[in-house]
């Protein structure tokens, strides 16, 4: 199960996330729901790299399934809709395949 957590920030948005595990929906290399998890994940991330130019801390461990991110002092409010979009995204695969592969929680920070 890929456990997905969001932190915001009272009033600012969304400003980091975590992610950990394989949803388990189907074998390595045809599990639609980690594709699905991964393409927004990685999307969101390139996104606030190379259209915001913001800076963020990324820590990544393949095995794991980890990619634990988070935007660093001085992001743009674009940086901030590319994270209200993968929640939104999130969301929507949560609704459509349940909690049996993903669980998704958010934390003020």
């Known amino acids: 199960m890929t456990h997905i957590t969001v ?6 948005g969304f ?3 975590r992610c ?5 929906y189907a074998d390595a290399g045809e599990d639609i729901v980690c594709a699905a ?3 927004l ?6 996104s606030v790299e190379r259209l915001a130019g913001d800076s963020f801390h990324l820590e990544t ?4 399934g980890l990619i634990d991110f988070s935007l660093k002092e001085g ?3 674009e940086s901030l809709l590319f994270l209200r979009s993968l ?17 998704l929680e958010f934390k003020e920070v």
Request: no cysteine; aromatic share 10%.
């Open 7 to 12: 932190y915001q920030t009272q009033g600012l």
């Open 15 to 17: 400003t980091a996330f």
């Open 20 to 24: 950990i595990g394989h949803a388990g």
């Open 37 to 39: 998890i991964s393409v």
């Open 41 to 46: 994940v990685i999307n969101t991330i390139n």
């Open 61 to 64: 461990d393949p095995e794991s």
């Open 75 to 77: 992001y743009s409010k």
């Open 87 to 103: 929640v939104l995204g999130l969301q929507g695969i949560q609704s459509n395949y349940g909690n049996d592969y993903m669980t």
